[in-house]
């Protein structure tokens, strides 16, 4: 038993589409909804003590959803970093994108430069976003830049431990997750932060991601300080 606030939270923010079907609604309400409650677990985490908030909005897999759901998918993201930057302004948030940026559009991309930027030295909340974000995609990615590093005779295969994957990971500078959060009732990790969990606590809650709220957040935080951990304290 502790009181610790975990440094960390990762969450697998799932059920938008159910939320909505529940209410006669199409899918794409359930997420703008999702993203309304962004904003409000930005702000109950910061003010719960939490300094790294991880969140995936959009998977590798992902693509595969209708291409009217992508499409407005795409659309809430673009209109959500506008909302996110603002606050970000206001309250000292450090935000960044994990993921593949290169298969997302211009305009996205554009927007998450000036995020990322504007925001890289506040010292507030370090929330990460991850939109086309897939573990094994990421891992893929870092295995290629280091082959590639080595094939030019800048590195040796003796460099390549754990300090070095991880601080070539998307989430490099970032410690791992204390404590992972997926709701709406699914318990699996769907390709989410496959290294950086290796020690992370997991909390499943069957309320749908559009209705977590800051009580949630707490329950999820005391069942987090009633685990016995291991190797995964900083
Ligand atoms: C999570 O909600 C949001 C995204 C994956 C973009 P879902 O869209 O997965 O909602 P369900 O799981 O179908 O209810
Ligand atoms: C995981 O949710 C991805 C995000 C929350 C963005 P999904 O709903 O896409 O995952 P699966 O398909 O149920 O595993
Ligand atoms: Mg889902």
């Known amino acids: 038993m502790g009181s610790e606030i975990p440094a960390h939270v990762a969450i697998i923010m799932d059920g938008n589409g159910r939320w909505a079907k529940r209410r006669n609604m199409p899918r ?3 997420h703008v909804q999702g993203a309304k409650t962004v904003e ?3 702000r109950d985490a910061d003010e719960l003590g939490i300094r790294y908030l991880t969140l995936y909005a959009f998977s590798t897999e992902n693509w595969n959803r209708p291409g009217g759901e992508v499409e407005a998918l795409m659309e809430l993201f673009h209109k959500y970093l506008g909302i996110c930057y603002k606050n970000a302004m206001e309250n000292d948030m ?4 994990i993921g ?34 897939g573990a094994r995609d990421e891992i893929a990615r870092m295995v290629r830049h280091t ?14 431990d754990e300090d070095y994957i991880s601080s070539h990971l998307d989430t490099a500078g970032i410690p791992d997750p204390d404590l992972l959060i997926r709701t709406c009732g ?47 304290k900083v």
């Open 40 to 42: 409000k677990i930005c």
């Open 94 to 97: 450090c935000c960044r994108i």
């Open 186 to 232: 699914e318990q699996r990790i769907s390709n989410y932060l496959l290294w950086q969990c290796a020690y992370t606590e997991f909390y499943y809650t069957d309320t749908a991601w559009p209705d977590f709220d800051r009580d949630e957040l707490v329950r999820a935080i005391n069942a987090y300080q009633d685990r016995d951990r291991r190797y995964g």
């Open 147 to 160: 082959v590639e590093e080595a094939l030019n005779g800048g590195l040796s295969v003796n460099d390549i």
């Open 28 to 30: 794409t309400y359930g």
């Open 100 to 133: 593949d940026k290169t298969r997302l559009s211009q305009k996205l991309r554009d927007s998450m430069a000036k995020l990322e930027g504007d925001t890289a030295d506040h010292k507030g909340l370090h929330l990460q976003l991850a939109i086309n974000y």
